[in-house]
Nanobody
């Protein structure tokens, strides 16, 4: 059974940092594209960052230079290090697995985590 559980969200002031984690089970993250998406209230879900099975990474324009995606295959865990956070980064963050690397996201997503909330205050 494929399952992904996010953690690490919380409230932080503008300029602060958070590290999100996504613990996967039921599959090996090293074999797939893994990515982070986010959805702010009243907005569409958008791709934030993704890492493909060959280690290639892709970031959304709004987070380039501030966020870093990584994974620990031994722990089957995906991470998102978020620095220099801004109020506009406030959103529910979801990890996902898919089959290809697009601009800041995995394409053909076929599984989602339940999300973790990030709130950035000014």
């Amino acid at each position: 059974q494929v399952q992904m559980v996010e953690s690490g969200g919380g409230s932080v002031q503008s300029g602060g940092s958070l590290r999100l984690s996504c613990l996967a089970s039921g599959f090996s993250i090293s074999s797939y594209c893994m990515g982070w998406f986010r959805q702010a209230p009243g907005k569409e879900r958008e791709g934030v960052a993704a890492i493909d099975s060959d280690g290639s990474t892709s970031y959304g324009d709004s987070v380039k230079g501030r966020f870093t995606i990584s994974q620990d295959n031994a722990k089957n865990t995906l991470y998102l290090q978020m620095n220099s956070l801004k109020p506009e980064d406030t959103a529910m963050y979801y990890c996902a697995t898919g089959y290809g690397l697009g601009p800041g996201l995995c394409t053909a997503v076929d599984a989602w985590g339940q999300g973790t909330l990030v709130t950035v205050s000014s």
